[in-house]
């Protein structure tokens, strides 16, 4: 399928012109970024694997009728999505605090919290992506309390479905971050998970032996990125079980 012309070059993907009016071809590349893209590589394969798996979870979240962009996949790198306004912040869910939650809080990664923390940041490279209150989201207009609303909902959803599915392959979810899109049916707007959805996003911990199987592997030279993908991919049944 021919795509068009380049809208955007993120750190991880392309966004280029659909086939479609509101259709974008999503093509994920093999870069990987950390600390605000201060750490920086190729690692081959990661992304035919964050396509396959962010497919994954789309397709499962649609079946259990969670809105999503995505359409279809097209090859090993490119996947077709609805195009949609993204709202500009990144939707962060805790289960277990590690990451930037350990660290503020001078909390021992793993240490389980007592509900799913949700908390959001305002998506801007230049600032860091801080971390912003509802109140700083009403106040800049960034999205409306009824938006705010949906987006928990959403973001809780996702959040039951990828842990249960994690669960179901031995894997504990700890966290991840989703973007969320505004599509307009006529005047109607509903709101989509948007980006993407893969171990880039997560933080996946084998149940058993504790082993990190997503970018946390990059970001801490923990071993190879690939196999870690790899090995979430095969359980799933994503990649065959002898990839
Ligand atoms: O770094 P922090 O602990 O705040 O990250 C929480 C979760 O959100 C992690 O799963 C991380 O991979 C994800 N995240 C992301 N993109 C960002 C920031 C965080 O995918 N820009």
Redesign the pocket.
């Known amino acids: 399928m021919a795509r068009g012309k380049k809208i955007y070059e993120g750190k991880a993907k392309v966004l280029y012109e659909g086939p479609e009016p509101g259709t974008i071809v999503q093509y994920f590349k093999d870069d990987a970024t950390a600390f605000n893209a201060e750490k920086k590589d190729v690692i081959d394969g990661k992304g035919v694997l964050n396509n396959r798996l962010s497919e994954f979870f789309m397709l499962g979240l649609g079946q259990i009728g969670v809105p999503t962009h995505f359409l279809k996949r097209l090859n090993m790198r490119e996947q077709l999505v609805r195009s949609c306004e993204i709202i500009p912040l ?1 939707v ?1 869910v ?1 289960n277990f605090a ?4 350990a660290k503020r809080l001078g909390l021992e990664e793993g240490t389980q919290l007592s509900r799913p923390v949700v908390e959001y ?1 305002y998506k801007d490279d230049a600032l860091g ?1 801080p971390l912003v209150p509802e109140e700083y989201i009403a106040a800049f207009g960034w999205a409306s309390p009824q938006d705010m609303e949906d987006i928990l909902s959403i973001a809780l959803r996702v959040n039951d479905f990828l842990s249960g599915v994690m669960y179901g392959v031995g894997i504990k979810l ?4 989703i973007e969320i899109g505004r599509v307009y049916d006529g005047d109607f707007q509903r709101l989509v998970v948007a980006d993407e959805i893969s171990p ?4 996946l911990w084998d149940i058993e032996t504790g082993r990190k199987l ?2 946390d592997v990059f970001r801490r030279d923990l071993g190879n990125l690939t196999d870690a993908y790899s090995e979430v991919a095969r359980r799933l049944g994503v990649l065959p079980k002898n990839a």
């Open positions: 990144e962060i805790r590690a990451g930037s939650m940041s992506d700890i966290d991840f971050k880039d996003s997560c933080r997503d970018k």
